[in-house]
């Protein structure tokens, strides 16, 4: 007959001892030095546990609604990522997102192009982004023959390849307000 006296273990527990003995260990190590010990338990039960101990969280009770605070990771103790590229573009005005990154990788601060991109080009809040006026109906856009859409060939669409030089221009010239500047001095002079 087989042993069925298993004695019960409080998993979140056996982590909290786990990490209070082995302050630096990672996940994966305190799956195996538990496992080793007769103590199985996930990667996700891990890494909560961990993460409540670093935030100062107490474990979960039964019955107590959880609250409904919301902190950034700068009121953690973090670091706020998109203050960082606001402040690196502060000092860097016409810096490429590569640069960007590439410069606050040499201050330890790790970033996407992706979140770069919202904070620098400003893609990110929907409250801030400003509607585009409808045309009247019936009337074509500037430069574009009634009846043929954006685009279209013939139409003076921009290809990709227009667009990418563009860009390139845009970078040379210091940013898209000074290509601004440039295209209207262009336009007093005609």
Not at 41 to 53: P, T
Not at 74 to 97: C, F, H, M, V, W
């Amino acid at each position: 007959m087989a042993d069925t006296s298993v004695k019960k273990v409080n998993k979140s527990q056996a982590i909290r001892d786990y990490v209070g003995s082995h302050p630096n260990a990672k996940g994966k190590e305190i799956i195996t030095g538990l496992r080793e010990q007769g103590i199985a338990v996930s990667e996700g039960l891990v890494n909560n546990v961990k993460f409540r101990m670093q935030s100062g969280g107490q474990p979960k009770k039964a019955g107590r609604p959880k609250k409904s605070v919301k902190k950034t990771r700068a009121g953690r103790g973090g670091i706020n990522k998109s203050q960082a590229i606001r402040d690196y573009l502060g000092e860097n005005r016409g810096a490429t997102p590569t640069e960007i990154r590439d410069g606050l990788q040499r201050q330890g601060i790790e970033v996407s192009h992706g979140l770069i991109s919202m904070v620098k080009y400003g893609g990110g809040s929907k409250k801030k982004r400003k509607k585009k006026a409808a045309r009247p109906a019936g009337r074509p856009a500037a430069g574009r023959p009634a009846g043929r859409p954006a685009g279209a060939a013939g139409g003076g669409g921009l290809s990709a390849k227009d667009l990418f030089e563009a860009k390139k221009l845009a970078d040379r010239l210091g940013g898209t307000r000074k290509v601004r500047e440039a295209l209207d001095a262009l336009e007093q002079l005609r």
